[in-house]
């Protein structure tokens, strides 16, 4: 099961997570970051470094937020999907 970003990341985008990635599997949208769920490998490096908690495994994203489980699988089939994080 993979890491899902979910809403606390909106608008900070500090990209903490992007740094500890051993597969880069996290890309930049508009307003958030997001996981590419066939990519991560459940390594649980991102969600420590993140300031805002925003990271969490698929599991135990909060029932406010499991919206952002589909999120952040939609988003990569959209038509402006996330890309590689610039710095
Ligand atoms: S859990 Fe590991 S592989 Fe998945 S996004 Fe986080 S750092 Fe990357
Ligand atoms: S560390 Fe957290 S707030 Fe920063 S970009 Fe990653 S998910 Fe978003």
Redesign the pocket.
Known sequence: MPYV?AE??ID???????DVCPVDC?YEGEK??YIHPDECIDCGA?EP????T??FPEEDVPATQQQYIQINRDVFKGENPPHKPTR
């Open positions: 970003i606390a990341c900070v985008k500090d990209k903490a997570c992007v996290i958030m970051l991102c470094e993140c300031p805002v925003a990271i």
